[in-house]
């Protein structure tokens, strides 16, 4: 009897939306036009995200190192930087020592043709200083860990280059924030949109409506038909639109990868495949969830809730 009855709910549905193909038409263009615009902001987001790790985890201070210290000196320091705690959590993910030697090879790389002008500071000349590369396990802890670093022996500066990811991580805040208000205005236009298509199914059955509630029939079982009918609009929908949005993304990530300033900054952007599921279950639980509220709103004029 229960599969009888859901094959019959699944039956109906499908029939009233075959059946009112102009408003069922109108509802999936809407809804499709209005989660793409969500799709591109999640999309969106979810870049920025992955940005802000990529760049956070080459991303650190450089602690130079006082002259004429001993080698015994230097490792202490190093060590203390890797024990430092920021209330009682470790927040150094990496120490990498780069020494006289290392530092002039990397200032003759950003000489490039010039570098003959650092000739004079090979061997004993050698006036870069010792220093230690400190990446972190969140730039949050960045300005305390820099306190604490300064206030140790033997150091002699400390440069942070972590500007970039504070600003890509306000751009992210921003980003999640308007993805939030943007959803929500979604689902309130897509179950205005919902509610009206299946409304118009209500009115034209209306008079089926009565007869049946007349012989007996529940609520529920009148309400469940138009709740499956407005779930088969929502999934196709977000099927419709996943499938438009991954054909859109593939081409612009192709576009924007390719581009010579962005191999310059050595950029990537996630595949949208790493993406899929994620988006699948959010597009879905949208589409069913709008769908079946939207006909439920739908329904309350013509049943006694």
């Known amino acids: 009897?229960?599969?009888?009855?859901?094959?019959?709910?699944?039956?109906?549905?499908?029939?009233?939306?075959?059946?009112?193909?102009?408003s069922t038409g109108a509802s999936l263009m809407i809804m499709c036009a209005t989660m793409i615009i969500f799709g591109i902001f999640l999309l969106l987001g979810e870049n920025v995200n992955h940005l802000v790790k990529e760049v956070e985890a080459g991303q650190g201070m450089q602690?130079?190192?006082?002259?004429?210290?001993?080698?015994?000196?230097?490792?202490?320091?190093?060590?203390?930087?890797?024990?430092?705690?920021?209330?009682?959590?470790?927040?150094?993910?990496?120490?990498?020592?780069?020494?006289?030697?290392?530092?002039?090879?990397t200032m003759k790389e950003r000489f490039k043709e010039k570098q003959d002008l650092l000739a004079t500071f090979e061997g004993e000349n050698n006036i870069f200083p010792e220093s230690y590369v400190v990446t972190l396990t969140d730039l949050k802890y960045s300005p305390q860990v820099q306190d604490e670093i300064g206030r140790m022996d033997n150091v002699?500066?400390?440069?942070?280059?972590?500007?970039?990811?504070?600003?890509?991580?306000?751009?992210?805040?921003?980003?999640?924030?308007?993805?939030?208000?943007?959803?929500?205005?979604?689902?309130?236009?897509?179950?205005?949109?919902i509610a009206n298509t299946i409304k118009l199914t209500v009115h034209a059955r209306r008079k089926e409506i009565s007869i049946m509630k007349y012989v007996g029939a529940t609520n529920n079982f009148i309400r469940w038909p138009f709740i499956v009918e407005g779930m088969i609009i929502g999934i196709f929908a977000s099927a419709i639109s996943i499938i438009l949005i991954g054909l859109l993304y593939n081409m612009l990530a192709d576009a924007i990868v390719n581009a010579d300033f962005i191999k310059r900054m050595n950029i990537s952007l996630l595949p949208f495949a790493d993406m899929f599921n994620y988006i699948l279950v959010t597009y879905m639980g949208l589409g069913m969830g709008i769908g079946a509220i939207g006909s439920i709103i739908s329904m309350r004029k013509y049943l006694k809730v």
Do not use: H
Request: no cysteine; hydrophobic share 45%; aromatic share 8%.
């Open 63 to 105: 602690v130079f190192i006082n002259k004429d210290v001993t080698e015994e000196q230097i490792t202490e320091l190093g060590n203390k930087i890797r024990e430092l705690k920021i209330d009682g959590v470790p927040v150094v993910n990496q120490v990498t020592r780069v020494t006289k030697e290392e530092a002039l090879v």
């Open 1 to 22: 009897m229960k599969y009888s009855r859901l094959g019959y709910f699944i039956g109906e549905g499908f029939r009233n939306v075959f059946k009112n193909k102009k």
């Open 156 to 193: 002699k500066k400390i440069t942070s280059r972590d500007q970039t990811v504070t600003t890509l991580l306000g751009l992210a805040k921003w980003i999640r924030i308007v993805t939030g208000v943007l959803l929500i205005l979604l689902v309130f236009i897509s179950m205005f949109i």
